[in-house]
């Protein structure tokens, strides 16, 4: 590692090991999101939820790149944005007013990405929106919100407004701006942050081949819908199933692990 990210700071001793894992977990995201494209150079931000009874979440160091951080750089946070754990790192304010009205609001979304991707602001700018034309896309049937572009969110009192737009859908598209995507845990909103990620480029390619466009009934749509992201326990599931975001995380950590396994450090 480069010499100006050096920090002995947050070595697993001193903390809990659920804090360690959740820490570990993030750091992947953070370098899976690099891997596949999902930067805007050292903007946008993944969030976790720090187990415990604090409001406390973990936000990456503003100023490194997603491919460089660690678990042990991550900075903790309180949800007024006050560093709560000694560490010589900064983070991004319009970070902050994003992921923190989604942490205050939502109890169960215990991580949040927002993006900045080709094809999410492109969908952003779409006074459509996401459509149900993919299999990818109709996993979100029902499950979108939509906030109305305020320019840069540095403005705290625009977190009331995110919250109200929000609700209680998994995905928002921020007009002319980016996406977000809240999960009940890293590997859901991964998993969802991956399809849907999908399911904008591919409607980008379906509208820009000005071909007549074939649409599912709403009934498909709403039914794929239903069983995609679920909360059923795995047993629930028979066997050959897939689960979306349950068992896709371990292989994508192996995957990390074999390319470059600091992301534990």
């Known amino acids: 590692?480069?010499?100006?990210?050096?920090?002995?700071?947050?070595?697993?001793?001193?903390?809990?090991?659920?804090?360690?894992?959740?820490?570990?977990?993030?750091?992947?995201?953070?370098?899976?999101?690099?891997?596949?494209?999902?930067?805007?150079?050292?903007?946008?931000?993944?969030?976790?939820?720090?187990?415990?009874?604090?409001?406390?979440?973990?936000?990456?160091?503003?100023?490194?790149?997603?491919?460089?951080?660690?678990?042990?750089?991550?900075?903790?946070?309180d949800v007024d944005g006050r560093v709560v754990s000694p560490t010589p790192h900064h983070i991004h304010p319009a970070g902050f007013v994003?992921?923190?009205?989604?942490?205050?609001?939502?109890?169960?979304?215990?991580?949040?990405?927002?993006?900045?991707?080709?094809?999410?602001?492109?969908?952003?700018?779409?006074?459509?929106?996401?459509?149900?034309?993919?299999?990818?896309?109709?996993?979100?049937?029902?499950?979108?919100?939509?906030?109305?572009s305020e320019g840069l969110a540095l403005d705290l009192d625009e977190r009331t407004r995110l919250v109200r737009d929000l609700g209680d859908k998994a995905v928002m598209i921020l007009r002319n701006h980016g996406t977000l995507v809240a999960g009940s845990s890293m590997a859901e909103t991964f998993s969802m942050m991956w399809h849907l990620e999908k399911a904008m480029q591919a409607q980008i390619d379906a509208?820009?081949?000005?071909?007549?466009?074939?649409?599912?009934?709403?009934?498909?749509?709403?039914?794929t819908a239903a069983n995609g992201f679920t909360s059923k326990p795995m047993e629930q599931y028979g066997d050959g199933q897939s689960p979306l975001g349950r068992l896709e995380w371990p292989a994508l950590l192996r995957k990390l692990d074999r390319m470059d396994p600091s992301f534990r450090d």
């Open 1 to 77: 590692m480069h010499a100006d990210l050096q920090t002995s700071w947050a070595p697993a001793a001193q903390m809990s090991p659920e804090e360690w894992e959740t820490r570990v977990n993030l750091a992947a995201f953070y370098r899976l999101a690099a891997h596949y494209g999902w930067t805007d150079l050292i903007f946008t931000h993944i969030s976790a939820r720090v187990p415990g009874p604090d409001e406390h979440f973990l936000l990456n160091p503003f100023g490194w790149m997603f491919e460089e951080v660690t678990a042990s750089s991550l900075v903790k946070v």
């Open 98 to 148: 994003i992921h923190s009205a989604v942490h205050q609001a939502r109890p169960d979304a215990l991580c949040v990405m927002h993006s900045h991707t080709r094809a999410g602001m492109a969908v952003s700018m779409m006074e459509c929106g996401l459509l149900p034309l993919s299999q990818h896309a109709m996993l979100f049937e029902g499950r979108v919100a939509y906030h109305d």
């Open 207 to 223: 509208l820009a081949s000005q071909q007549k466009l074939t649409r599912p009934s709403a009934q498909v749509a709403l039914a």
